[in-house]
């Protein structure tokens, strides 16, 4: 599929499993909480957005969603995560970046906070496929 970067170039984009590295807890909820919800559906994980380094959580194909599972790190400055203050603003910008990008190819997006119940994640996700 063709998708507009974050740049505005035009590229084909072909996202595949990113490099195994070990899951999050919230992470892996959110692959089971999948499974549930749609058993024969294709998950992706750890996708690269294109002209970037920056990965995506969770990649739905069939429903061209982009879902993102939030830690603390994402919401709270932490020293366990951000060692500096630019780090955390940092985070900050690379998570505007890639909902702008499912937004400039009109992905559905779904940010997931760890801390939130099965039953808004499920919500959500419901809403980011229509």
Not at 49 to 74: A, C, N, S
Request: charged share 30%; hydrophobic share 35%.
């Amino acid at each position: 599929m063709l998708v507009k970067t974050l740049n505005d170039m035009e590229v084909p984009w072909n996202p595949k499993e990113g490099k195994a590295k070990k899951r999050s807890k919230p992470h892996q909820r959110c692959i089971d909480l999948l499974t549930k919800m749609f058993p024969a559906c294709v998950i992706v994980n750890e996708v690269t957005i294109p002209g970037t380094r920056l990965r995506i959580d969770i990649w739905l194909p069939m429903y061209k969603t982009i879902l993102e599972v939030d830690g603390i790190q994402h919401t709270t400055k932490s020293s366990f995560f951000h060692e500096h203050n630019c780090d955390f603003d940092q985070q900050k910008k690379n998570d505007k970046m890639k909902e702008e990008f499912a937004r400039r190819n009109n992905l559905g997006f779904a940010r997931l906070d760890d801390d939130e119940p099965d039953s808004l994640w499920q919500d959500k996700i419901l809403k980011a496929i229509q």
